[in-house]
C-alpha cells in the first residue's frame, strides 16, 4: 500500500494557478488515477538519455531537498514531512552532510586566520 504525501509548495505551484483543473492529480493516468512510480520514472529517464543527463537520478532531487531543508535550520521531523522518509536515521545522514558543509566554511576560515597570524 502506497503512502500519501503531502507537501506545501505555495511558491512552486503558483505556475499550475492558471492551468485547467480536470483531475486529482498532476501527473495522471485519467481524472482519477495517477500515474505510476514506474510511468513517471520510465518518462523521466526518457528524457534524461535524450537530453544526455542519465547520470543524474531521481533520488538525488529528494537528497538536494533534504540537505537544503536541513541547511534552512529545519528540523528532522519537518523533514522528514517533506521527503517522506520512514526513519529519523535516513534524514539524520542528510542532516550530517548539511552539518558538515555547514561547518567546514568557517572553519576553513579559522584555518586561514591562523595561518596568517603564524607569519606576524
Not at 4 to 29: F, V
Not at 75 to 94: C, F, N, R
Request: glycine content about 4%.
Amino acid at each position: 500500500m502506497d503512502r500519501k504525501l503531502t507537501t506545501i509548495l505555495a511558491a512552486d505551484l503558483a505556475g499550475l494557478a492558471p492551468l485547467p483543473r480536470s483531475g486529482k492529480h498532476i501527473l495522471a493516468k485519467n481524472l482519477t488515477q495517477p500515474l505510476s512510480k514506474r510511468r513517471v520514472q520510465k518518462l523521466v529517464m526518457d528524457i534524461r538519455t535524450e537530453i544526455g543527463a542519465v547520470e543524474f537520478v531521481i533520488h538525488g532531487w529528494r537528497y538536494n531537498a533534504a540537505v537544503q531543508l536541513a541547511e534552512a535550520g529545519c528540523s528532522d521531523t519537518e523533514i522528514q514531512a517533506v521527503t517522506g522518509h520512514k526513519t529519523l536515521a535516513m534524514v539524520q545522514k542528510y542532516r550530517a552532510q548539511a552539518n558538515q558543509e555547514h561547518l567546514s566554511k568557517p572553519a576553513q576560515a579559522k584555518r586561514t586566520e591562523q595561518k596568517r597570524n603564524e607569519k606576524k
